[in-house]
Nanobody, 127 residues
Framework: QLQLVESGGGLVQPGGSLRVSCVASGFALDHYDIGWFRQAPGKEREGVSCLSYRVTLTNNADSVKGRFAMSRDAAKNTVYLEMNNLKPEDTAVYYC????????????????????WGQGTQVTVSS
């Protein structure tokens, strides 16, 4: 059974940092493109960052470039999203997702490309 489980969300003050994790079970995570998406109340789910299986590079949305960084630990079957200089507008439920087949080059932030999804972890940025 393929499953993704996010964790590490919580309340953080503006300007702070937080790392969220995504643990995969039932499949080898390092054979997939992995993406992080977020959804705020009243808004559609949007792509935040992804990590390419083939290229081993990340692709980030313009709104988070320079602030967010994604990484993978194959031994732990886990991917991470390091979020720095957090802003109130970053408040959302953060989801990880896996895509197969992976992109021939860079991973995509298009949500329709992803087939396996976690249930999300809440990140709230507030004073």
């Amino acid at each position: 059974q393929l499953q993704l489980v996010e964790s590490g969300g919580g309340l953080v003050q503006p300007g702070g940092s937080l790392r969220v994790s995504c643990v995969a079970s039932g499949f080898a995570l390092d054979h997939y493109d992995i993406g992080w998406f977020r959804q705020a109340p009243g808004k559609e789910r949007e792509g935040v960052s992804c990590l390419s299986y083939r290229v081993t590079l990340t692709n980030n949305a313009d709104s988070v470039k320079g602030r967010f960084a994604m990484s993978r630990d194959a031994a732990k079957n886990t991917v991470y999203l390091e979020m720095n200089n957090l802003k109130p507008e970053d408040t959302a439920v953060y989801y990880c997702a896996a895509s197969w087949p992976p992109s021939p080059s860079m991973c995509t932030l298009t949500k329709g490309r992803y087939h396996f999804w976690g249930q999300g972890t809440q990140v709230t940025v507030s004073s």
